[in-house]
């Protein structure tokens, strides 16, 4: 199975949730900033995080999870490292 790039990130409240989605996105991200994770996931991979992540998310909380097309552009701001985009326009 191949792996794609996500890019997932999360506001939860509540801080038992937050802690779970963290300890997840932590074992399959490549980098993180906070509440953003860059991961490579396959099909089973990003299954499985969905499967875990879903139940965390209660009213007013959010979770969004946005495959990284390599064919488009991306531009990221900063001047942290991502090993995720290693070949990026960065301004900042």
């Known amino acids: 199975m191949s792996q794609q790039p996500w890019v997932v990130c ?5 801080n038992r949730n937050r802690n779970r989605a963290l300890y997840a996105l932590r ?5 993180r900033q906070k509440s ?6 396959n099909a089973r991979e990003k299954a499985e995080l969905f499967w875990q992540l879903a139940p965390l998310i209660d009213e007013g909380d959010s979770l969004f999870c946005f495959p990284i097309s ?5 531009i990221r701001l900063g001047q942290d490292e991502s090993p995720l985009f290693e070949s990026l326009m960065v301004i900042g």
Do not use: H, M, N, T
């Not at 074992?27 to 980098?31: A, D, N, P, R, V």
């Not at 953003?36 to 996931?41: D, G, I, N, S, T």
């Not at 390599?70 to 991306?74: E, H, L, N, P, S």
């Open 10 to 14: 999360y506001d939860i409240s509540s």
């Open 27 to 31: 074992k399959l991200s490549e980098g």
């Open 36 to 41: 953003v994770f860059e991961c490579w996931l």
């Open 70 to 74: 390599q064919a488009r552009q991306v």
